[in-house]
């Protein structure tokens, strides 16, 4: 059994720039969903993605977005970056039908906007 | 409603002692307590995690105690290691919600 793996490890980009993160779900889950980690404190939800479609969001504007494929791997776009956005962008697999909100999370894409 | 609030923000513990991490909330309507443990540079792992129909859940060397009436629950590491030494998040959720939310975390070292 595989666990979450995500891409790039680390990530450095301009302010105004655009980014795409990469997640591969857990083997067997099919529910994808996405947290910023801000240095220093825990994880922000921004959403989640079933079926791929977004299935429930955070506190995050539009120019944070994202897609679930078939397989259910997902990517998380950023338009438009600004400093705040440095951060670790974790993504998190479960399974729909399993135990009832049990996450696990890939090690993260860490993103320094400069 | 949302929040979710750990203390204390550090801790230092001897090597054997154990540590104790609080956390309150506030939403009556969460059913499920995770807490997590995070390495630096490495993602949160699921540590253990408790619903509000028991009191207590034990694994290992890690408790989980839950009062319900208080809204308060807490991780006990017992005979705590240098290896335990790392960031530990409580979290809540509500069936059917999609998201967790996780507290401030708490930085645990052991000291040898």
């Known amino acids: 059994e595989t666990g979450v793996t995500q891409s790039p490890t680390h990530l450095i980009k301009t302010r105004g720039q655009q980014v795409t993160l990469r997640c591969s779900s857990q083997s067997g889950h099919n529910t994808v969903s996405w947290y910023q980690q801000a240095l220093g404190q825990g994880p922000q939800f921004i959403f989640q993605y079933y079926r791929e479609e977004e299935n429930g969001r955070g506190n995050f504007p539009p120019r944070f977005s994202g897609l679930q494929f078939p397989n259910y791997s997902s990517e998380l776009n950023v338009n438009a970056l600004e400093l705040d956005d440095s951060a670790l962008y974790l993504c998190?697999?479960?399974?729909?039908?399993?135990?009832?909100?049990?996450?696990?999370f890939g090690p993260g894409t860490r993103l320094t906007v400069l | 409603q949302q929040q979710v609030k750990q203390s204390p923000q550090s801790l230092i513990v001897q090597k054997g002692g154990i540590s104790i991490i609080n956390c309150a909330y506030e939403?009556?309507?969460?059913?499920?307590f995770p807490w997590y443990q995070q390495f630096p540079g490495k993602g949160p792992a699921l540590l253990i995690a408790i619903r509000p129909d028991v009191s207590e859940k034990k694994e290992g060397r890690f408790t989980i105690s839950f009062n319900k009436s208080a809204k308060q629950f807490s991780l006990h590491i017992m005979d705590s290691q240098p290896g335990d030494s790392a960031t530990y998040f409580c979290a809540a959720s509500r069936q059917g919600a999609q998201k967790l939310v996780f507290g401030q975390g708490t930085r645990l070292t052991i000291n040898p």
């Open positions: 998190a697999s479960s399974l729909a039908s399993g135990v009832p909100n049990e996450q696990f």
């Open positions: 939403n009556t309507a969460f059913d499920y």
